[in-house]
């Protein structure tokens, strides 16, 4: 079956496989929905007649809808350029996407027309790809930008790629960079919408939303939970992003490490630290763990994996320092018997990894609708 939504979803458009004609579902609070044919076989006609029915009925009810006004902001590019509302908003659009995303037919268009660049000059799975999968299910033209293919091996600066994918006019660029700060530049340079797909240690602003998501759909109250980050916080955008996003919404954050790896920037951040799982994990609803982020840690001294995991591994019997059904998290890549222990990292009754991944698609397709 063919679908879109509009206005925030109060009105759903939708084609049955056996019928050439658009049918309209128009959904308002605290009232039954009203399903009937817009009489129309072409969808732009169908939208118009729709939208006419829509705001007939919602001035005849007299009944005030949420609008999605709410999130104003152009770039994604900081955590704490959001608001806790702010926060909530994306949150509450991203679980509308949940559904979407097991649906048969995942498509909406949206996006239909826009063009998205995902510039990736990082390595990259889970977000290059489910960034991918968000675009092209709103209906969106997005085009992967290769580095080893890209100008930049010829001595261009990023800077002046950036001007020249601007020019083609494009509406979002997605960009994932080792450079800390660089997606804000970037986001100052261009007339696209920037979101931050990871610029060096500094920030991942939607992955702590994937995550933040991801234990929403556990835990509906913030504000009871305490949670753990551990391992290399240091050189973890992940650790930092995940820190503001979740202590904007109410949770107690642990930070467990080794002492090297605990930058002396945490004294501002609303964080308890610990140097022992032992005592970081008393009474956490949730216990995330860290990759080891090598490729930053280049000219020091790399712990010992054996000796890591030995005492900063999450594994069963460390997992019982944390409340009796504490669950486990990973953002991926992760480092199996160094960060975490197989076995555990696999165990569905304990671990979300891989249902954060699947946050990630519901998310990505928020943050762009
Ligand atoms: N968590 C995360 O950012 O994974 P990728 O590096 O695979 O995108």
């Known amino acids: 079956m063919n679908s879109k939504l509009l206005k925030s979803g109060h009105i759903k458009l939708y084609k049955r496989e056996n019928s050439k004609y ?16 817009t009489g129309s076989k072409i969808l732009k006609d169908a939208e118009k007649i ?9 001035s005849k009810t ?20 959001l608001t806790k509302k702010e926060i909530e908003h994306i949150l509450d659009e991203s679980k509308k996407y949940i559904t979407f995303n097991k649906r048969k037919i995942k498509k909406i268009n949206i ?30 033209d997005l085009i992967n930008v290769v580095v080893k293919d890209s100008s ?51 920030e991942h602003p939607t992955q702590a939303l994937l995550d933040a998501l991801t234990i929403k759909n556990k835990f509906e109250n913030f ?39 605990l930058p002396k920037s945490l004294n501002k951040l609303p964080v308890k630290v610990y140097t022992e799982m032992k005592k970081g994990l008393q009474n956490c609803d949730i216990v995330m763990m860290l990759r080891i982020q090598k490729e930053r840690i280049v000219g020091k001294i ?17 997992l019982k320092y944390a409340k009796k059904n504490a669950f486990v998290m990973h953002p991926g890549p992760m480092n199996r018997g ?20 699947a946050m990630g698609v519901a998310v990505r397709i928020a943050c762009l609708d």
């Open 22 to 37: 658009w049918q309209m579902k128009v959904k308002m609070p605290k009232l039954k929905a009203i399903r009937s044919s």
């Open 50 to 58: 729709a939208l006419k029915y829509y705001s007939s009925f919602s």
């Open 62 to 81: 007299n009944i005030k809808l949420r609008t999605k006004n709410i999130f104003k902001k152009i770039h994604l590019v900081e955590t704490a350029d």
């Open 111 to 140: 996006l239909e027309g826009r063009t998205i660049f995902n510039l990736f000059f990082e390595d990259s799975t889970r977000t290059r790809t489910s960034f991918e999968v968000a675009a092209k299910r709103l209906g969106a």
């Open 152 to 202: 930049i091996n010829k001595g261009e600066t990023l800077l002046d790629t950036m001007t020249t994918i601007n020019s083609m006019n494009p509406d979002v660029l997605i960009v994932r960079h080792p450079e800390e700060g660089i997606s804000k530049k970037i986001s100052e340079t261009v007339d696209a919408s920037v979101i931050n797909a990871g610029d060096g240690s500094h």
């Open 223 to 261: 504000a009871k939970l305490k949670i753990a980050i551990c391992g290399d916080i240091l050189h973890s955008r992940v650790a930092r992003s995940n820190i503001i996003i979740l202590s904007k919404l109410g949770a107690k954050i642990n930070v467990i490490g080794p002492k090297e790896w």
């Open 302 to 318: 790399m712990p010992n994996q054996k000796t890591y995991f030995k005492k900063y591994g999450l594994d069963y019997n460390k």
């Open 338 to 357: 160094v960060e975490i222990d197989s076995k555990l990292a696999d165990d569905v009754t304990r671990s979300l990894i891989q249902e954060q991944v």
